[in-house]
């Protein structure tokens, strides 16, 4: 099926990167295309970018962030200053 692209940029971008490495047009849109796809495969997910920011997270809290709260803790928190 082919693909009609009415855009002067796009059409001059393509022109311009097709003289740059002597290649078609269409050689170099598949060559674009192909990076881009490559560059969003290797993306993390939305779910590791959220994993990755509680390693670090629980990194700079430190060890002593990770002993459970106590009753005197919790009840500091709801303290008037």
Known sequence: MPLYVK????DRLADRLAELRRLTKTEVVRQALRHELEREQIKPSLVEI????????RLKAGPAATD?????DIDALYEDN
């Open 68 to 72: 459970p709260m106590t009753k005197a």
């Open 7 to 10: 855009d002067a940029e796009v």
């Open 50 to 57: 959220g994993v990755e920011f509680a390693r670090r997270l």
